[in-house]
């Protein structure tokens, strides 16, 4: 999702971007790497591989999250350090926060106590992988920043029941449900817990628009929506926009994981980040990017 956006916003800028796909270039695979760097004239690297999930997925697979990042991270920034790339993007993750921390997080919250256990083993990776950035950075003098984006959402977002995030998997049960006839819907924990989303597109605008101002930017910044929701408020405004009510049943013995994660984002501000998409509007394209797909397929 993050990487076709900002692929998509690039090439309109009339950037030329390599975007190997995985079948190409495993990051898994260090040699793989460096023939890659060999074989291409690169002068900036985005980093937006990982493997990612859902709470669902991060509980029963901590060992492969912890592993499979840390191999893919330290691959690709060491053999990008040895090529001396000048500037590198890496986007970390909002679970690098503290559960149960002061609220909205700033970045020097990270490392200020507990991570949330539901996805400990990712944000340990992520953590780590975001500190060899910051340290290159400082020892080698190169343009290298770590962005933080709250929660992600919009076209292109995985809708795998099995590993999808939030609002992916808000919208697909909403549609299924409707699809179906159904008149409840089954919610995890009591509704209550609050997150952050982010459109997709405004991370690909400012990424790019401002991609020639790297080397101003603070080491780590977050770049958030600025505000939350619960998450009942998603699923209701999910059924307003496809115009479909259910009653909401909440199964309080599965994890909900941290009861708010807001994170402050005025370092951002002041190097140009402002996301214009509100939440309506971008659950809009979502969904239509979503049924356009299944329509299609």
């Known amino acids: 999702m993050l990487g076709g956006s900002i692929l998509s916003k690039a090439q309109l800028s009339g950037l030329e971007v390599l975007h190997p796909i995985r079948t190409e270039l495993d990051l898994r695979n260090k040699l793989q790497i460096e023939s890659y760097f060999n074989s291409h004239d690169i002068d900036t690297v985005i980093h937006c591989a990982a493997r990612v999930g859902g709470i669902a997925a991060n509980i029963e697979n901590p060992a492969d999250f912890i592993l499979e990042n840390l191999l893919i991270d330290s691959n690709l920034l060491t053999i990008a350090r040895e090529k001396k790339i000048t500037r590198l993007i890496y986007f970390g993750s909002s679970c690098m926060y503290p559960r149960d921390f002061p609220q909205p997080l700033q970045e020097i919250d990270i490392l200020g106590g507990p991570l949330e256990p539901t996805n400990e083993s990712y944000a340990l990776a992520k953590i780590a992988a975001a500190r060899m950035v910051t340290a290159t950075a400082i020892q080698d003098g190169l343009a290298w920043r770590v962005l933080i984006p709250s929660n ?105 994981g941290m009861k708010q994660k807001l994170m402050n984002s005025a370092l951002a501000q002041q190097f140009g980040w402002n996301p214009p998409t509100k939440l309506g509007d971008g659950l809009q394209k979502t969904i239509s990017w979503k049924t356009s797909v299944v329509q299609n397929a």
């Open 152 to 256: 992600l959402y919009g076209p292109g977002d995985n809708f795998n029941p099995s590993s999808s995030h939030l609002v992916a998997s808000i919208i697909n049960k909403v549609l299924e449900a409707k699809e179906k006839g159904l008149t409840e819907i089954e919610i995890w924990g009591d509704g209550s817990a609050r997150r952050e989303f982010t459109y997709v597109g405004d991370v690909a605008e400012f990424v790019i628009d401002e991609l020639e101002k790297v080397s101003s930017w603070q080491l780590m910044m977050n770049i958030g929506a600025g505000v939350d929701f619960s998450v009942k408020e998603y699923y209701e405004k999910v059924c307003e926009l496809i115009n479909f009510s259910a009653k909401f049943n909440y199964d309080t013995t599965k994890p909900a």
